[in-house]
């Protein structure tokens, strides 16, 4: 049984700074990967980051302001997330990602984990 469990949301000020984590057991890491995604409110559930094969990516919103790494035992997921602005604040989903005959797509989804950014 696969398991996410993340952690680490919390209300910050802009600016400031937060490391998301995502717990995971029941699985084991395909070439696709994990990575997160986040829903504002309002918004459609958007892919903000990645890491794959050993490689990373970013949408162009999270770029150069967030970091997603595996621990050595690839079982839990971060994003550490920095100068935070309030378009950041959403819910925070991490997903283990699978191919599916066509493509690499999540396949399970955690919880999530509430972002607030405040001005």
């Known amino acids: 049984q696969v398991r996410l469990v993340e952690s680490g949301g919390d209300s910050v000020q802009a600016g400031g700074s937060l490391k998301l984590s995502c717990a995971g057991s029941?699985?084991?890491?395909?070439?696709?990967?994990m990575g997160w995604y986040r829903q504002a409110p309002g918004k459609e559930r958007e892919l903000i980051s990645k890491i794959f094969s050993g490689d990373t990516w970013y949408s162009k919103s999270v770029k150069g302001r967030f970091t997603i790494s595996l621990d050595n035992a690839k079982t839990t997921l971060y994003l550490q997330m920095s100068n935070l602005k309030t378009d950041d604040t959403a819910v925070y989903y991490c997903?283990?990602?699978?191919?599916?005959?066509?493509?690499?797509?999540?396949?399970?989804w955690g919880q999530g984990t509430n972002v607030t950014v405040s001005s």
């Open positions: 997903v283990v990602r699978r191919y599916d005959g066509d493509d690499c797509r999540p396949k399970y």
């Open positions: 029941g699985f084991r890491l395909s070439s696709c990967g």
